[in-house]
Every structure is written in C-alpha cells, then in structure tokens.
C-alpha cells in the first residue's frame, strides 16, 4: 500500500500525521454536541444535580429544540461557509480553531443557569463544529492513498461511535459528578484533543496555494481579478449539477434523519423504558457504539474500497459500486431498529436487537463521502462536503418534530415509554428504507465524465 506522494510506510504517513489527530478532534465535536442527549431525564424522580432539565427547567419540547435546531441554527448557515473555506484556506488552522470555539462553548454550558443561556452555548457550539469536517475530509482526500480513501474516510467517521459510546459514558460521570461537571469533562477533553492534533496534523499543503483561485487571466496574459461570490456561487452550482450528487443528498438527509432521531430520542427512551438498568444502559450502549459501530465502519469502508478494487475493467461506473455496501446496511437497519423498540421485551433482548442496528447501520458514512468527493473531484470537495454537511443539519428536523409529537402525546402518570416507542420505532425505519430507495439510484445514476470519477487502481 502506497500513498500519493510514495514511501514504504505509507500507513504511518497518512495515518499518524493526518487521520489519526483529525480524529480525535471529531470524537470531541461528537462528544461536545451528544452528551446532552444522556445528561437529561424526564421521569418523575429525576433530580436537579443529575438532570439538566430539572436543574435549568426545560421541558420535552424545549430539549427538542435545544438538542437539535438550536444546534443547527447557524450550524447550517455556516456549512457552505465552511466548506468554502475548506477549499481556499487553511485547514489545520480552520480545524485547531473550530475545535477551540466548540470547547469553550461546552464549558460555557456547564456553568449556565438559563434555558437561554444553554441555548447560546448551543449555537455558538453549533457555527464552530460545522467547520470541522469539510476540512477533516478535503485533507483525507487528498492526503489519503486513492485505493484506501474510504478506509480512511470511514476510520474518521469513527469518531462518531467512539464520541457516541463516550456520551453514553456520560450518564455514569453524571451520576458520580453530576450533569455539570461531566459536561466539564467533555470540554476539558476538547482543550486536549485540539493541543495534540496542533503537535501531530502537518501543515496544510493547500496553505501556500492558496490564493491561485483568486485571480485569472485573459487571451492576453493580462491578469483578471475573479468576483469571489461569483466564483463561489459558481461552484456551489457546479455541485448540484450532478444528478448523483443530487440523489446522494437526498438519501443522506433521510438517513442522517433515522441517525438523529436515535442520537437525540434513544437515550431518553431506554433510560425511561429500563429505569432499573441505567449503569447496565450506559456501559451497553458505550460497547455497541464503540465496538459495533467501528467495526461497521471499518468494515463498510475496506468492502466499498474493494469493490472499487476488483471492478472488471470493462466496468464503466467501479465509483458507484461503493454505494451497495450503504444500501445493504439502511435495508438491515430497517427492521432491526423497529424490533429494538418494542415495548414489554427484555433488557437484553433489547440491546442485543440495538447492537444488530449499529453493526448492519454504522457502514454508510466512509463510503458514502469517498464517492461524493470522488464525483465532484479537488476543485470544489469543500463546498461538496459543506453541502454534506448542511444536509446533516437539515436533518435535525426530524427529531425536533418527533419531540413535539411526543410531548403533544405524554400523559403526566405515564413514563413507561410506550408512546415514544410508538412514534421513534416508525418513523426510523421509514427513513432508513427511504434512503436506501435514493442511494439505489445514486448508485446506478450515470456516472459524470469528470476524471475524478476513474477507478483508483491498487498500487
């Protein structure tokens, strides 16, 4: 296995020096925006040193919203600005101070004594984690080996199980040290992770180029000044004019719909439903998340890659062969997250249905970004990645509307659970089905003549 730039430790120079600190800065953008979602509890003997809710006094609805659309408020204004910074600024610097702004927004949480106060800390957090990822993988894509890039890309995106297990953790901090001092944790954790990702992360390579976008020039020779917003909307444009770029972002906003509506809901649920097995919860949860969703992505990236791989030569689109590992594991998804939630089974019947969820699911996310980047190409990955990005924040909808459902549901003398089962169980697995209908397409979609799109050949 050799990278772009040659040498026989290829591993060790994509890996040491560029995923792995990029990845421990994503484990804390996860980390800082989900641990909200285990350090609140709605049942009636919840207290104010370990439930948020109770200690600054919210309700279902107002979680709801706190825990989704006042995230994204300028999470998704920022997105494209993100993704447009990616392509034409520094990315180690954008990653450094992106991770500094969410950290200090996490402390900033823990020490508020308002509803609006929380809410500010979300949005602040919310603009600073959008710039994250467009950086994170224009840098894998270009630094990456081309015949490892969705291993690559999907040993990033590992970072979300790992950030989600350590969330799920959080429910054992908040009981010891309370809901205030584990959100201390989670930014102190940021602080660390930004600190060792500045010592590790090479300098970007674009940092020296990157102002050769910002002028052209004429038959002539004579130098042209390009209108920066023309040149953006441009490119922004230029992305959508792919039908499967189109396709693939409409099946990510239906499954980014399904993954949030679990991140935001399950928590709640499970803790409402198996009152008497929280600790077992947590430690559950923080195994499937950790070991069953990272080796799902592991795995879904190395089987998308070697798709690729030992295409026929006659195959004309190898790049969409990496969508059949996603198809496959939203079908999985489906059912295995609907017997999850059903009222009455077992505690071990329950999460032993959850864990299949996370194995068959957690596949989609290296693939998926590898032939997005793969079909738009360098020139514009940020901005694609950006729009990637938006679509995930889009998604925050779902479970914002599933809350209020909820609460337009709950009876005061009820907390077993039922009712929210009754909507989450439902409403997932259509959207996993209605993705895997759209990466479907995606996948047989024409491939576009760009030269981004020609199959990566083992070394």
Do not use: H
């Not at 914002?400 to 997932?428: C, I, K, N, R, W």
């Amino acid at each position: 296995m050799e990278s772009k730039t040659g040498g026989k430790n290829s591993a060790v120079s994509w890996f040491l020096p560029l995923t792995l600190p990029l990845w421990l800065v994503y484990i804390s953008n996860q980390w800082s925006r989900s641990s909200i979602y285990y350090l609140v509890d709605f049942s009636n003997d919840a207290e104010s040193f370990k439930a948020m809710n109770v200690d600054i006094g919210f309700s279902e609805a107002q979680y709801g919203l706190l825990a989704s659309v006042a995230f994204t408020s300028l999470f998704a204004f920022a997105s494209l600005g993100a993704g447009v910074a990616a392509d034409r600024s520094n990315r180690k610097t954008l990653t450094i101070a992106s991770a500094l702004t969410w950290s200090v927004a996490t402390l900033g949480t823990a020490v508020s004594q308002s509803y609006p106060q929380v809410v500010a800390c979300r949005i602040l957090m919310g603009l600073a984690c959008a710039f994250s990822t467009p950086a994170a993988f224009t840098l894998i894509r270009d630094r990456a080996p081309p015949t490892r890039n969705a291993l690559a890309s999907s040993f990033y995106g590992t970072g979300v199980a790992v950030a989600s297990a350590l969330s799920s953790l959080s429910i054992l901090l908040d009981n010891q040290l309370g809901w205030r001092n584990a959100y201390s944790v989670v930014g102190v954790y940021g602080i660390v992770a930004l600190a060792v990702t500045a010592v590790l992360l090479e300098d970007d390579p674009k940092d020296s180029t990157s102002s050769q976008n910002a002028t052209s020039t004429d038959a002539t020779g004579d130098r042209l000044t390009e209108n920066p917003t023309s040149s953006i909307w441009n490119d922004v444009k230029e992305v959508f004019s792919t039908r499967r770029v189109q396709l693939i972002l409409i099946a990510s906003l239906f499954r980014f719909s399904s993954g949030l509506m679990i991140g935001v809901w399950s928590g709640p649920y499970f803790r409402v439903a198996f009152a008497d097995n929280q600790s077992e919860y947590a430690v559950a949860q923080a195994v499937i998340s950790a070991v069953g969703a990272s080796l799902s992505g592991l795995a879904g990236g190395a089987t998308a890659d070697w798709l690729v791989a030992n295409a026929s030569p006659d195959t004309k689109d190898p790049i969409g062969r990496r969508l059949w590992v996603v198809i496959a594991g939203s079908m999985l998804a489906s059912p295995a997250w609907y017997f999850a939630m059903q009222p009455g089974q077992s505690f071990e019947g329950a999460m032993a249905w959850l864990a299949a969820e996370y194995v068959v699911a957690e596949c989609w996310f290296g693939p998926t970004i590898s032939t997005l980047q793969s079909t738009v190409g360098p020139k514009i990955g940020g901005i694609a990645q950006g729009t990637f990005t938006l679509t995930g924040a889009t998604a925050n909808i779902a479970p914002s509307v599933l809350g209020f459902l909820y609460s337009q549901t709950l009876e005061a003398s009820d907390v077993s659970g039922a009712q929210l089962s009754s909507l989450l169980a439902p409403a997932v697995s259509t959207c996993y089905l209605i993705s895997a209908v759209f990466f479907s397409f995606a996948a047989r979609s024409p491939p576009p003549s760009s030269p981004a799109v020609e199959k990566s050949k083992p070394s």
